[in-house]
């Protein structure tokens, strides 16, 4: 066979080997060149009598990331185009037939009458492990990952995964495998029954190759005559002490917020009632209706497209070459430079962490340390991995110990003065050449480049808290700062595998302003008489993580008490919402409540127990609202909105230029929620129009705060989206 996509040979023994090695690719994913090879391997292996079995692996140093998911886009635009030249029925056959293709492809394999075993090395998800999954054997090594991750960018696993799951797991695992999306090691996998074997890597095809020569048969567990799944039967006392109790936290969970999450529900309930290839045809039926709702779209190029974008470099100059980092500078020991340099040692850079004194350099490595060792806890990391780790921090109160490195990123309180003192410090030790990278949240880089040797050579680099949890980092741009700083800001947060948006210089940037109004609606509420507990479910029901409230605690009210009045001396009272300083005054200044950090916020803390809000609450409402005139579907709405259209207002003042960088760095950063596909996308998906009527709505009701930028107004007179207008195709055009 000539394929291009993998080896395949035979052996004496009549043990066919395809090996799955794309060209010119670091892992192997599947695109529909792929799926018309491995058609051919299955109707060759198939048709040869002398060849007794097969066994797919990867030449990879790990199996596959699964399905390429552009063929989705592409499969979109097929749609588009046969509805318009064909009609409505027409089209939709033809996207059906499409959607289940890998599935077909799968039940073919399955069905083949000759075994096929799989020996899987590194990660294998998605599509990749439903292959799997149809197999009819399978070898894992034992240092591999498995798992389903389609819920995460809106999709679900649409190639058989629902089906063949819930008759290897128990049904409640089966689902919260399938909704969760989470990768799962080795060890958990042999004991869910989703693999047959556990193998050192170098021995896993051999392993493969044995079961087959041991006479491992061609047929499926569910395809012999007298299956049960492991939770029996559907409408049984045992089925019925599962589907209600599912039905009950997918409500809880999603707010019906994720048309695949549902869809799961559906595949597996009824799915389980029928044969395995009519339970396929209902999974594809519920696949192709997925892929054709918004908010698969959306999350598709916000969390897969466009964040992979950004992370390859999508705006990297081009004109400067490969950054080599070797050993970087991080001063300040504290939680947020202890996190900095946590993840760098993680990524193999050594760090000198530089504090006041050495008693504080020291703190900062037992952070590190403690993370390390939380990993090794968990089995995620061994002994050797966090002792290499450590040896990559040197904690000092020396600044002579930062020459040689290639890179400095500063840390220290957000303080003017303070991380002037730091700057000049360090810069007589490196030079002005080394890039110099500051982790500031509020601070204009403008004015802390000031104080720098090299204003081109200086940068913002924003990490988001906790540093060793959270994907997004905001690189700043200031007036000055060139291209040589720019690509080593990138290549450094490459490097450690986060994921850049790249903003230029405003007060807040660009997340820690969507935030704030985020905080400041959830005060507002709290004002205008609204009970804590609706403000904080109502923000979840939206679609956010966590209510405002919550997340003031965590930031630590304190903080924000401090921020709002700088802004206020830097900018003036009209700067500031009154409400919202009244609010932050109680709390702060009255009450003595700083969040979490001493127990006492919106929420109370006790040393044992869930935290409660905090009943003197009720002493911030201007009026007693009666809860149930309250519309809630309105209040979820003036969440988003907020949050949107002061992105819409970064944009207009060239704060974010690239809309993926809107949307991307506002679920990951503040996680905008995500089934909107991200600010932009939000009000791209509503329209620009329709947003701007909502926009004046709110605004004649609750303020200015809601007001649409110019901008906007000229895009819902043109009927506009911000794709169209600022978007990659964009610009090229």
Known sequence: M????????????????????????????????????????????????????????????????????????????????????????????????????????????????????????????????????????????????VGLPEIKVGLFPGAGGTQRIARLMHTGDALQLLLRGEQIRAKQAKAANLVHELAAEGEIVARAKAWIVGGGKGVAPWDEAGFKPPSGRVYSPAGMMVWPAANAIYR????????????????????????????????????????????????????????????????????????????????????????????????????????RDQESADKGKAVADKLISSQVMKGRAGAADKEALLAHIEPTADYGKLKGCDLIVEAVFEDRAVKADATKKAQEVVGPNVVFASNTSTLPIAS???????????????????????????????????????????????????????????????????????????????????????????????????????LNDEVALDLAWKIHQATKKDLGEAAVDPTMERVLRFMVEDKGRFGRKNGKGFYDYPASGKKTLWPGLSALAETALDPETLDMRELQQRFLVVQAVEAARAIAESVVTDPREADVGSILGFGFAPFTGGTLSYIDGLGARAFVAICDHFTKKYGKRFAPPPLLRDMAKKGETFYGRFGPKAKAA
């Open 252 to 355: 809880r969970e999603t707010f019906d917020n994720y048309p695949a999450a549902k869809a799961i529900l559906h595949s597996v309930f009824e799915g389980l009632q029928l044969p395995m290839d009519l339970a396929l045809r209902v999974e594809a039926r519920w696949f192709a209706h997925i892929l054709r709702s918004r908010e698969a779209a959306a999350m598709i190029r916000s969390l897969f497209l466009s964040k992979g974008e950004l992370e390859k470099g999508a705006r990297r100059p081009p004109n400067i070459g490969a950054t080599k980092l070797r050993k970087i500078g991080v001063l300040g020991a504290g939680f947020m430079g202890a996190g900095v340099a946590y993840v760098s040692a993680l990524a193999g850079l050594d760090v000198v962490l530089v504090d």
């Open 448 to 550: 802390l480049a000031k104080t720098s040797a090299s204003p081109q050579n200086f940068i913002g680099i924003h990490f988001f808290s906790p540093v060793e949890k959270m994907l997004l980092v905001e690189v700043i741009l200031g007036k000055e700062t060139g291209d040589k700083a720019l690509a080593t800001a990138l290549d450094f947060v490459r490097l450690i595998k986060k994921t850049p948006i790249v903003v230029n210089d405003s007060r807040g940037f660009y997340a820690n302003r969507c935030v704030l109004a985020y905080l400041r609606e959830g005060h507002i509420m709290l004002a205008e008489g609204a009970p804590p507990a609706m403000i904080e479910n109502v923000a979840r029901m939206a679609g956010m993580p966590v209510g405002p409230l919550a």
């Open 2 to 145: 000539n394929l291009s996509n993998f080896r395949f040979e035979t052996g004496a023994d009549g043990i066919a080997l395809a090996t799955w090695d794309m060209p010119d690719r670091s892992m192997n994913l599947i695109t529909l060149e792929v799926m018309d090879e491995l058609e051919r391997v299955i109707d060759h292996v198939a048709s040869d009598t002398a060849i007794k079995g097969c066994v797919i692996a990867s030449g990879k140093a790990t199996f596959s990331g699964g399905a390429d998911l552009s063929i989705l886009q592409q499969s979109a635009k097929h749609y588009a185009k046969a509805l318009r030249e064909q009609g409505e029925e027409a089209a939709a056959k033809l996207f059906f037939e499409g959607a289940r293709r890998l599935s077909a492809l799968y039940r073919k394999l399955e069905t083949c009458g000759k075994p096929f075993a799989i020996a899987i090395n590194g990660t294998c998800v998605g599509g990749a492990f439903e292959l799997a999954l149809a197999c009819h054997y399978r070898v894992l090594a034992d240092t591999a990952r």
